[in-house]
């Protein structure tokens, strides 16, 4: 079964930092982008950043609120995603999902594209 | 940056059919993705590229694509359909994953 689980939040004050950690299993993490998206209490979806697989050097992107102050790791070897955060801010307060992506491909513009297949549970990160 | 943009909300009876817009500057040459969340639930795909559907989503849903607007169709609504749905895309022009606002779709 294809499972992610995430775990590593909590209560942290403002200025301070935390990791957030992904078991992913039942698929071969190595292949797969892999994204972290909040959503803050009442508030809609927000994408945090991704981690790409491996044929793409599983290089990095992050969105312009979080950019510079979170990491995304991957420990390959035991197919865990990793969210280091750092600087905490209150608007960071929010549940931290886990995401794998899947590719598909779009005839109509002859490309390929990634949508979120498979959700975690969420982590509870609370900045206050 | 792109924005995508939904109504907040849209009230249907049920076995009526629920349309969810969402707007994008030609959000026709980019490949739309639509979620739903209930509550205390994390998101599920309930259409890929466009109009897509997942194992194991009713063919009750469906979407479109085209111009500036695509769409979320739900037909023959039911009360377990009450939930938020949002749109996303890949912006190209920035690397970055972009969502729609959220809309809540209220079964009368």
């Known amino acids: 079964e294809v499972q992610l689980v995430e775990s590593g939040g909590g209560l942290v004050q403002p200025g301070g930092s935390l990791r957030l950690s992904c078991a992913a299993s039942?698929?071969?993490?190595?292949?797969?982008?892999m994204d972290w998206v909040r959503q803050a209490p009442g508030k809609g979806l927000e994408w945090v950043g991704r981690?790409?697989?491996?044929?793409?050097?599983?290089?990095?992107a992050y969105a312009s609120s979080v950019k510079g102050r979170v990491t995304i790791a991957r420990d390959a070897s035991d197919d865990l995603l990793y969210l280091q955060m750092s600087t905490l801010r209150t608007e960071d307060t929010a549940v931290y999902y886990c995401?794998?992506?899947?590719?598909?491909?779009?005839?109509?513009?002859?490309?390929?594209?990634?949508?979120?297949?498979?959700w975690g549970k969420g982590t509870t990160v609370t900045v206050s | 940056s792109y924005v995508l943009a939904q109504p907040p909300s849209v009230s249907v009876a049920p076995g009526q059919t629920a349309r969810i817009t969402c707007g994008g500057d030609?959000?026709?040459?980019?490949?739309v993705h639509w979620y739903q969340q209930k509550p205390g639930q994390a998101p599920v795909v309930v259409v890929f590229?466009?109009?897509g559907r997942p194992s194991g989503i009713p063919e009750r849903f469906s979407g479109s694509n085209s111009g500036s607007t695509a769409t979320l169709t739900i037909s023959w609504v039911e009360a377990g359909d009450e939930a938020d749905y949002y749109c996303?895309?890949?912006?190209?022009?920035?690397?970055?994953?972009?969502f729609g606002g959220g809309t809540k779709l209220t079964v009368l």
């Open positions: 995401v794998r992506n899947l590719r598909g491909y779009s005839s109509t513009w002859h490309g390929n594209y990634y949508y979120m297949d498979v």
């Open positions: 039942g698929f071969k993490f190595r292949e797969y982008h």
């Open positions: 981690s790409t697989d491996k044929v793409h050097s599983y290089s990095t």
């Open positions: 030609n959000i026709g040459t980019k490949s």
């Open positions: 590229g466009d109009s």
């Open positions: 996303q895309v890949w912006d190209n022009s920035s690397d970055h994953v972009v």
